[in-house]
């Protein structure tokens, strides 16, 4: 294993010490947690907070889309690991700010289960909090760590429709209602060309032949659902948005927005090239997204591969909260 690291036990608070030093006009450090909330607080006040988080090694996600517009705070725990139920009420605290917290969750069991314990110790707080649990990939029912689908990239939309309505004075009840409305509208699969390395046991979550890809997998390596040899691009961006397009049914009078994401250790170069397939594929049902974004965005350590999110737009709203500027590390 090769890492540019110090000690393996040290991988996370030492990530948030240099992103806390690196980005200070964004972020600061949340004491006694390893999470971190807006810099410019003052600018929250009045306003919902919303919190995010879950287990490093995503980055950017979480802590790369706080700040002005996105999230209020985002929790970091170990790789691969949710955050504890403290360190999750350690953020609602910071960020309340009379309004209510809203939390988003991505559908791991431990996530799950944390946050539902640090949202029943800010209610002994009298804090009000509310919550959605992220699932839009659709490459498996049930997985390694979930009961239903996984949480995945398409945690990024649900992120920035919510910051934008806080930011602009939304309350807890209507940003609950339009989670609520978002939710079944993002769909996400993935396909992968190698398994992600985990810094502290140094092994690979799974292991692909040098001419072998895997259909479906998700963030934590878990597996997918079909293993086969490796194809082109334009092969590929066939079959994401065939099981894509099976679920939403693609259609020329609604409006969707597209991410693809590089999984942290696809060049560019390649996401560029899938893009382009992606959007020739498009035009063949006569959809051209209204939104559109290409990067690493919600990454797996070093893991090479792609996933595809498409979300429909479905309340004209929405597309300008997709627009609407923030000031973030990452977005």
Not at 53 to 68: D, I, L, Q, R, Y
Not at 137 to 158: C, K, P
């Amino acid at each position: 294993m090769k890492k540019i690291i110090n000690d393996p036990a040290n991988v996370v608070p030492e990530m948030v010490k240099g992103m806390v030093r690196s980005y200070p006009q964004f972020i600061t450090k949340i004491e006694d947690a390893e999470a971190v909330m807006r810099a410019d607080k003052e600018s929250m006040t009045g306003k919902v907070g919303i919190v995010s988080g879950g287990g490093s090694g995503h980055e950017p996600t979480h802590a790369g889309f706080v700040g002005k517009g996105m999230l209020s705070a985002a929790v970091c725990g170990e790789v691969f690991t949710s955050p504890t139920p403290d360190q999750i009420y350690a953020a609602i605290k910071a960020v309340d700010q009379g309004q209510g917290v809203f939390l988003v969750i991505k559908n791991y069991s431990g996530d799950v289960m944390n946050f539902d314990m640090a949202k029943d110790m800010a209610d002994m707080d009298n804090i009000k909090v509310k919550s959605i649990v992220v699932d839009d990939d659709i490459a498996v029912e049930n997985s390694t760590f979930t009961q239903g689908r996984r949480g995945v990239a398409g945690t990024l939309f649900m992120h920035k429709i919510l910051g934008a309505m806080a930011q602009n004075g939304a309350s807890l009840d209507e940003i609950d209602a339009a989670a609520k409305k978002v939710l079944p509208n993002i769909k996400t699969i993935a396909v992968a060309l190698s398994a992600a390395t985990n810094p502290e046991t140094g092994k690979p979550g799974f292991v692909l032949k040098d001419d072998e890809i895997e259909y479906g997998v998700g963030i934590h390596s878990e597996p997918g659902y079909r293993r086969e040899k490796i194809k082109p691009a334009k092969d590929l961006v066939s079959e994401l948005v065939g099981k894509l397009n099976d679920e939403m049914h693609l259609d020329h009078n609604k409006k969707y927005a597209v991410l693809v994401n590089g999984m942290g250790a696809t060049p560019l170069m390649e996401q560029y090239i899938f893009s382009n397939d992606l959007l020739d594929k498009l035009a063949e049902f006569d959809v051209k997204p209204a939104f559109m974004k290409v990067g690493n965005y919600m990454t797996s350590l070093d893991m090479a591969g792609i996933s595809l999110t498409f979300f429909e737009i479905a309340d004209e709203k929405w597309l300008g909260y997709l627009n609407q500027p923030v000031e973030t590390i990452a977005w």
